[in-house]
């Protein structure tokens, strides 16, 4: 478990939130699987639902239209920025996108919505009153985000340019095309996965469980489907949609020794 109360350094992850065309759906989905409860809140970009976990905010659902949501859909991540001004200009000259342009949240914090050079979207929080995320690795909660994609190489580079990322391979998967992406000071934030098979460029968000089993049974009860839970090398994990096709995952980690 962790408690975070304090803004993050950069290009860690540290919010989440999720488009949805049926907010009510949406609130019903993930509240049977992860025991979320709901806080609303208005913003210039539009109504936020806040979603709490032991009176915590871990994520936030918004309201689209359906059309926003055709194809494959995804939780985006954010990463921690000081200045999330500076940050998308300096997104934009190393090759990505501004896809929405930085704007407060809420009083919550300044926030945009950028790309990749690959396509892979994700966004910027610089948190006022909301560091982000304020429980992570714990059952109901944030784990983890790594991007797949077909093309690893220049998602590496520009990881590695805007967030000052180091580049280190992982032994313990010798078969896939996997690299971690370390800050400065050597914390571990997520990875790149190459994976030719993909359609497109995207961030996957995984979150902690209790029991990956279990919580697949429930996922389909809910009215999502999930995937044959499987033992994987950091833990069980399972792949899981929700109601609107939404891909996520969800694992369970060995005890800490």
């Not at 993050?8 to 065309?21: A, R, S």
């Not at 915590?56 to 689209?64: E, F, I, K, Q, T």
């Not at 690959?118 to 304020?134: D, K, S």
Request: hydrophobic share 40%; aromatic share 10%; net charge negative.
């Amino acid at each position: 478990m962790s408690e975070i109360s304090s803004n993050q350094p950069l290009g860690t992850p540290t919010w989440i939130d999720l488009g949805v065309p049926d907010l009510d759906r949406a609130k019903a989905f993930y509240g049977a699987l992860f025991g979320w409860e709901y806080e609303e809140r208005s913003a210039e970009t539009g109504p936020v639902t806040l979603c709490l976990l032991r009176g915590r905010r871990v994520a936030a659902l918004r309201p689209v239209s359906a059309a926003d949501v055709e194809g494959e859909s995804w939780w985006q991540p954010y990463l921690a920025t000081d200045d999330c001004d500076a940050a998308a200009k300096r997104i934009v000259e190393c090759g990505g996108a501004v896809v929405v342009p930085p704007s407060e949240r809420a009083g919550l914090a300044r926030t945009a919505v950028v790309a990749d050079p690959v396509g892979a979207r994700f966004g910027l929080w610089q948190g006022r009153t909301l560091p982000g995320c304020e429980l992570v690795n714990e059952p109901g909660a944030l784990v983890r985000n790594d991007l797949a994609s077909p093309e690893p190489g220049p998602a590496r580079r520009f990881y590695a340019t805007v967030f000052g990322f180091t580049l280190d391979g992982n032994d313990d998967l010798p078969d896939f095309d996997f690299t971690f992406l370390r800050r400065p000071d050597g914390h571990e934030v997520g990875g790149v996965f190459g994976d030719p098979a993909a359609r497109a460029s995207r961030w996957q968000t995984v979150f902690e469980v209790a029991d990956t089993d279990e919580l697949a049974a429930r996922a389909v009860v809910a009215g999502g489907t999930a995937a044959t839970p499987e033992d994987a090398p950091y833990g069980r994990m399972a792949a899981l949609t929700d109601p609107f096709g939404t891909s996520f995952s969800v694992i369970t980690r060995p005890p800490a020794d």
